[in-house]
T-cell receptor, first 116, second 114 residues
Framework: LAKTTQPISMDSYEGQEVNITCSHN???????ITWYQQFPSQGPRFIIQ???TKVTNEVASLFIPADRKSSTLSLPRVSLSDTAVYYC?????????????????FGQGTILTVHP | EAQVTQNPRYLITVTGKKLTVTCSQN?????MSWYRQDPGLGLRQIYY???????DKGDVPEGYKVSRKEKRNFPLILESPSPNQTSLYFC?????????????FGQGTRLTVV
């Protein structure tokens, strides 16, 4: 399983762009990179997922270099409501030839605090 | 509305009294999983299921059982709860198509064992 390393915490201000980087040096060929957001006492919420290069959706962008050993979640123009814990998850749910890959391990997450 | 529903949301029980936390999803997802979350330890996977009648251990399976008799339900069973199982529990489901790991989480069950 690919182990992930993220900064424990980050601070930002409203309106700024925030970039959170995750390191995953032993990522496997089949692994996807997925980011989740979690508010206190709520379940994690899917933000974005990618395999390589750049992925963008309505809330974030995900940048993945060619070697895939790291990834960066980019949140444009954050607001106070973006204060949360952000988790990087590397893994796969591939079920091939009787071998399943459903064991997913979350990292410790990054506590993002957005200030007025 | 597409959702993962856990019950109960809150539960206080005594050591040794068997309990079941239910989890149900209405998205026809193949993959379901249980996590526990403790301060300073993040989310740790207890058990997961790739499909009906297929379950496997996660990182912290000791003291827990699961079953997957139907696609939509994935109950978590604590045969003899102990205080170290006091935690916030989350159930999640995923389409399981291909390799992607986009998952939908329930609202959580806060369990206290005294």
């Amino acid at each position: 399983l690919a182990k992930t390393t993220q900064p424990i915490s980050m601070d930002s201000y409203e309106g700024q762009e925030v970039n959170i980087t995750c390191s995953h040096n032993n990522i496997a060929t089949n692994d996807y990179i997925t980011w989740y957001q979690q508010f206190p006492s709520q379940g994690p919420r899917f933000i974005i997922q990618g395999y390589k290069t750049k992925v963008t959706n309505e809330v974030a962008s995900l940048f993945i270099p060619a070697d895939r050993k790291s990834s960066t979640l980019s949140l444009p123009r954050v607001s106070l409501s973006d204060t949360a814990v952000y988790y990087c998850l590397v893994g796969s749910l591939l079920n091939a030839g009787g071998t399943s890959y459903g064991k997913l391990t979350f990292g410790q997450g990054t506590i993002l605090t957005v200030h007025p | 509305e597409a959702q993962v529903t856990q019950n109960p949301r809150y539960l206080i029980t005594v050591t040794g009294k068997k309990l079941t936390v239910t989890c149900s999803q209405n998205m026809n997802h193949e993959y379901m999983s249980w996590y526990r979350q403790d301060p300073g330890l993040g989310l740790r996977q207890i058990y997961y299921s790739m499909n009906v009648e297929v379950t496997d251990k996660g990182d912290v399976p000791e003291g827990y059982k699961v079953s997957r008799k139907e696609k939509r339900n994935f109950p978590l069973i604590l045969e003899s709860p102990s205080p170290n199982q006091t935690s916030l529990y989350f159930c999640a489901s995923s389409p399981g198509t291909g390799k992607k790991t986009e998952a939908f989480f329930g609202q959580g069950t806060r369990l206290t064992v005294v």
